[in-house]
């Protein structure tokens, strides 16, 4: 009974871990989109790292905590960090290409144009501030 | 031809609960191997389709949202898909029990999976299976459904506070 217990135990853990790597993986191939079409939006990379923060205008997180978000960051890091805000009403083929379903999303990119981290929903600043300094 | 109708204000609090609660129950079904308990959920959400709720959104209602454990997260939203999800949660629940008391184990562990599975997506990525199936059936003008998806969001995902239709 107890060793029945036990391996299905194990089971739904492992169940659980493909689907959590399941997710992981989602997320890494939507930031190997990014990648291959970091192009859709400089045609010359600005050498530094770059937000690129898909929004609409009726997305009420959007304003009240994603934006002051993201001024607070541009704020902090100045010239050394540039923010491309899209509106995914006015430019939906951008939103297709990089994979966004919903918003806010927000793509951190390297200084090297390399998409790093993809953040579905809000990224509050504490979270944008630990991926800034990691890249 | 479907419209863009107005949206009605839903709890995803309820329905998070909902979610969670499937989940959790489904999981001890499995690992204490009690087909019983997963019929209990079965009935719970057949009986939450009949009555357009969702079937575990009680112990939200009574339990958690009274005592501030959990606090209202009430969007602009359609509840049409929600509820189809539900049922189609109880199909495959049911199914699920049904085969567990005939004795096919692997398919009907297969079936509760699958909507531990659907429930996990919902609850803790934001996107809705059922939700993407109506909004798809409705797409193709199927009699019965005629939601559209809140304006700007991908069929299924779930909606943020204050976007409107």
């Known amino acids: 009974m107890n060793l029945d217990i036990l391996l299905r135990s194990a089971l739904a853990i492992g169940i659980i871990a493909l689907g959590v790597g399941a997710y992981w993986l989602l997320n890494q191939r939507l930031l190997v989109r990014a990648r291959n079409n970091v192009f859709t939006l400089f045609k010359t990379f600005p050498n530094k790292p770059v937000i690129v923060y898909f929004t609409t205008p009726d997305c009420v997180p959007c304003k009240t905590i994603q934006r002051p978000a993201l001024d607070r960051v541009t704020t902090l890091f100045g010239e050394k960090l540039q923010v491309v805000e899209i509106d ?17 999303t927000t793509f951190l990119l390297d200084s090297r144009g390399e998409a790093r981290y993809v953040n579905n929903g809000v990224a509050r600043l504490e979270k944008l501030m630990e991926q800034l300094q990691t890249l | 031809m479907t419209l863009q109708q107005p949206l009605q204000k839903v709890d995803h609090s309820a329905l998070k609960t909902n979610q969670l609660v499937i989940i959790i129950l489904n999981l001890l079904a499995f690992i204490l191997n009690l087909p019983m308990l997963a019929a209990f959920v079965a009935l719970v959400m057949g009986i939450g389709s009949v009555l357009k709720t969702p079937g575990f959104g009680i112990i939200y209602k009574s339990i958690l949202r009274p005592r501030g ?7 602009d939203d359609n509840p049409e898909p929600h509820r189809f999800s539900q049922i189609v949660g109880f199909v495959f629940m049911g199914a699920g029990s049904v085969a567990l008391f005939l004795g096919s184990n692997v398919l009907g562990w297969v079936l509760v999976w699958i909507v531990i599975a659907l429930a996990s997506l919902n609850a803790f990525g934001g996107f809705c299976v059922g939700c993407a199936v109506y909004y798809w059936l409705a797409r193709f003008n199927v009699p019965g459904f005629n939601k559209q998806p809140p304006a700007g969001f991908f069929p299924g995902m779930k909606p943020k506070a204050g976007a409107s239709g």
């Open chain 1, 88 to 104: 995914a009403t006015e430019r939906p083929d951008l939103a297709k290409v990089w994979g966004v379903m919903s918003v806010p």
């Open chain 2, 69 to 75: 454990w959990m606090k209202p997260d009430v969007l």
